[in-house]
């Protein structure tokens, strides 16, 4: 019988899985002694498994420049896989049966953005402390490379806020509905709203720039033949005053995020004038998840935090609005 430990390739040669803790340690570490130190095992004990998997490989994996180490471009290959693969190890150990979420005891791992950690983070953590208290919170910030990567990272996490349109055969499940706003420096605003000619010509920041994908929020421009020159991209939304406010910039977020810029921002929100901009934010999940228990109540749980940012968002509406 194969030893529980032992993975098996095509040609019969087995790996003990083992090594798969001490390679990520060589591979993030680069030095034998200090991936010792971090795993609390001898520098023999890392020296052979960094042997082991030479042999296995059939590549240096750690060459000697100067006084330091480097990764051989296949190592530079293997970080990646790795820490994806560690990931979904924790995940398995992690899986409990959630029969009753206030005793329960694991951790969420969600990927967001900044403006969605102040609005539906906040209200998620906040009903998660009520009714599973045991139940820790940990949010990724989101990036481009994870988007465009997103059926793989997806695997190594519990879940990623994105809007929808931009996955395709991803489970998801709609939160709540925002719009995309321009946002423009004070001392710029006229007293006639600003036509998409005079928009597009000047230079523009966006946020999560995906031109692979294509951004929603100008597509009534592309539609028009109007194509902006993005002068800065930024992978934020609500740093998004200070490259704007006395510059001709014009910035696009959502509206949630534009309600958090600070009252003297030296910023100004003005209307989409190519189109209603809706924005749909949605809780997406790797299949696998589909029938756990436990991310089961993550949904429920993050289906009533967007209830509630948008009853938040729709109450603070009709404050704003002029009463006749």
Excluded at 112 to 135: C, E, I, S
Excluded at 188 to 212: D, G, I, K, N
Excluded at 239 to 260: K, N, Q, S
Excluded at 293 to 320: F, I, M, N, Y
């Amino acid at each position: 019988m194969d030893n529980i430990n032992s993975a098996r390739r095509p040609g019969g040669v087995g790996l003990d899985l083992n090594l798969l803790v001490p390679l990520d340690a060589l591979l993030q570490e680069r030095s034998v002694t200090r991936a010792a130190q971090r795993l609390g095992l001898s520098q023999p004990t890392v020296s052979a498994a960094l042997a082991r998997l030479r042999r296995h490989f059939g590549d240096d994996l750690l060459t000697r420049v100067g006084n330091t180490y480097e990764l051989t471009p296949l190592a530079e290959r293997l970080a990646a896989h790795t820490a994806q693969a560690l990931g979904s190890a924790d995940q398995v150990f992690q899986t409990r049966p959630v029969s009753d979420p206030a005793h329960a005891r694991r951790e969420f791992t969600l990927v967001v953005t900044d403006m969605h950690l102040a609005t539906f983070g906040r209200t998620l953590a906040g009903l998660v402390r009520d009714t599973a208290p045991g139940v820790r919170l940990r949010f990724e910030h989101n990036t481009p490379h994870i988007v465009r990567h997103a059926p793989e990272h997806l695997r190594t996490v519990d879940g990623m806020l994105l809007a929808q349109g931009l996955l395709a055969n991803v489970p998801a499940i709609d939160l709540y509905d925002d719009r995309w706003v321009c946002v423009v420096s004070s001392d710029t605003l006229t007293s006639s709203p600003p036509t998409p000619e005079a928009l597009a010509a000047r230079p523009w920041v966006l946020p999560y720039h995906f031109p692979a994908i294509g951004f929603s929020p100008l597509h009534g421009l592309h539609a028009q033949g109007l194509e902006p020159r993005v002068e800065i991209a930024i992978e934020n939304f609500l740093t998004m005053p200070f490259l704007i406010a006395g510059t001709d910039r014009v910035g696009v977020v959502p509206e949630r995020a534009a309600r958090l810029f600070p009252v003297d921002s030296g910023t100004a929100v003005v209307e989409l004038p190519f189109g209603r901009g809706r924005l749909v934010e949605s809780l997406w999940w790797h299949p696998l998840h589909d029938r756990d228990p436990a991310h089961v109540w993550l949904r429920k749980t993050a289906v009533e935090a967007g209830r509630l940012v948008a009853a938040d968002t729709a109450q603070s509406a009709s404050h704003d609005t002029p009463q006749s």
